[in-house]
């Protein structure tokens, strides 16, 4: 029987732990620029990941308007010293991987030029953000060699980011990082990715743009689960993760995507109020600041939400327009499933659409808190 020091004791050993386990998930923001009149709280992400450095002739280097802008982001540190900094490269339609992965020669190239922009920039890592491994549809190159090709990169990055943590005195959590933003599905197919999970810290799951403008019909763009109308091979966010783990992925290593942006469809077939419906063109992007202001429950776009994804939408009964998005309630629910599955964290593109912090407070509370309930 336990007395009432040792309950004591043990409440407190029992707080200590969840404590220290809450302090285990990663919030990790995608960012542009910070801009002087942003409220949002530096002290409440783990790390920012500027975007974005290119591939120039095989060498990963930032070009003149970009280093401006990091500089602004690495200045946090000084008054949050426990945020880490990472440098993205690549980005949608930014090509010149597949050419740099292609030979030793090259992989060498851009690993040692990688680690030089991190030492001279005083970044934290790299995140590679190669859309998409034997893949053009964004107009890069692509081979069927990328497979071996992009494990042999990451493989030559992480022996180059090492060396360069040995001569920066970086041990331990300290040590830069390598991370790589990845997407699911079949974009995944020339990537080994148990053979990838090996040479990095974490992956960015880009679960987010499952429907745009290349698709044929409207849904969740971001969704947590399949809705009843979710076709049998949508892409949703839980899919990605059991594709992840069944190839051998670590669940501490998931990160899976929240998007603080929408995405909004024109001409839309009005059945089950435009949710997976055809649509007669992709309108825009539409940040969540913008969401707020002109959207949600405004000039006649009426939220809706769907129990099965967990997942809202809006629609406008008088336009036929259908904007897939995510808000709170969506963050929480990933919230809880990120814990129930023991799952890395949190990653959001991006932070520059909540320049109040109202989602980034939401993962906060629910990662480094109580248990959200969606």
């Not at 220290?20 to 942003?38: E, F, K, L, P, T």
């Not at 009005?270 to 063109?281: C, F, I, N, V, W």
């Not at 991006?350 to 990662?367: A, F, I, S, T, Y």
Request: aromatic share 10%; proline share 4%; charged share 25%.
């Amino acid at each position: 029987m336990l007395t009432p020091l040792n309950r004591i004791f043990a409440a407190l050993l029992l707080g200590f732990v969840l404590h220290a386990h809450a302090q285990d998930y990663r919030i990790v923001g995608y960012v542009g620029a910070r801009n002087a009149d942003d409220r949002w709280d530096p002290g409440k992400v783990d790390t920012l990941i500027f975007a974005f450095a290119g591939v120039h002739d095989g060498e990963v280097t930032l070009d003149d308007k970009a280093i401006p802008r990091l500089q602004r982001i690495l200045a946090l540190k000084a008054d949050h010293p426990r945020l880490r900094v990472m440098i993205s490269v690549g980005g949608w339609g930014s090509g010149g991987f597949s050419e740099a992965a292609a030979t030793a020669q090259g992989r060498q190239r851009f690993a040692r030029s990688a680690a030089a922009m991190l030492r001279a920039q005083h970044a934290d890592g790299l995140d590679v953000d190669w859309e998409y491994p034997g893949h053009h549809e964004s107009g890069i190159a692509s081979s069927e060699r990328d497979r071996a090709n992009f494990t042999a990169l990451l493989a030559e990055v992480r022996a180059r980011l090492d060396e360069a943590s040995a001569l920066e005195g970086r041990h331990d959590a300290d040590r830069y990082t390598l991370s790589i933003a990845i997407a699911d599905g079949e974009f995944v197919d020339h990537i080994d990715l148990a053979g990838v999970d090996r040479q990095i810290d974490w992956f960015n799951m880009m679960t987010y743009d499952f429907v745009n403008g290349l698709t044929p019909t409207t849904g969740h763009h971001s969704g947590l689960h399949a809705s009843a109308l979710t076709p049998p091979t949508a892409r949703t966010t839980d899919r990605a993760v059991k594709q992840f783990l069944a190839a051998g992925v670590a669940a501490h290593k998931l990160v899976i995507g929240a998007a603080f942006y929408g995405r909004e469809f024109a001409e839309v077939d009005p059945a089950h109020d435009g949710l997976y419906q055809h649509y007669g063109h992709f309108v825009a992007y539409r940040g969540w600041k913008v969401l707020g202001s002109d959207y949600i429950d405004k000039n006649g776009y009426q939220r809706r939400w769907d129990a099965e994804a967990q997942a809202p939408f809006l629609w406008n009964e008088k336009t036929r327009h259908f904007v897939s998005y995510e808000d709170p309630q969506a963050l929480k629910a990933k919230i809880a499933f990120v814990r129930s599955n023991h799952l890395g964290g949190i990653m959001y593109w991006e932070q520059d659409e909540d320049p109040k912090g109202e989602l980034l407070d939401v993962l906060w509370n629910g990662l480094h808190g109580a248990p959200a309930k969606p």
